[in-house]
């Protein structure tokens, strides 16, 4: 087999131009994601007060615990819902790079 190289050399330079393209090929088509889809810690506070509007769950509990969890390190940002029902969640998501001390 070696002796075939050696005596046709445009045919081994034919070979490897060929096996080059289709490694630059396979690197274009192959699906690599740089940064995947990674979900970031969160901390969920649920609150329920019974027989309370969500207008009152806003003002009497949703509001004050916002204010205490405004202040934690690494908070991203926060969500609150408040239903008619008497429950609220205040969702606070965290930047997952950041490093813990």
């Known amino acids: 087999m070696f002796k075939l190289f050696i005596k046709r050399p445009i045919l081994s330079g034919v070979i490897s131009v060929i096996i080059v393209c289709l490694g630059v090929l396979s690197i274009l ?18 609150a329920r007060y ?27 940002y926060m ?6 029902d008497g429950m609220s969640e205040v969702k606070d998501v ?5 490093p813990k001390f």
């Open 29 to 46: 088509t192959l699906p690599i994601t740089q940064f995947p889809d990674i979900v970031p810690p969160s901390v969920t506070v649920t």
């Open 79 to 84: 969500t609150t819902v408040c239903t008619n």
């Open 50 to 76: 019974t027989g309370a509007s969500a207008d009152v769950m806003s003002k009497t509990v949703a509001t004050p615990l916002e204010r205490a969890i405004n202040g934690v390190p690494g908070m991203t």
């Open 94 to 98: 965290k930047d997952w790079q950041r």
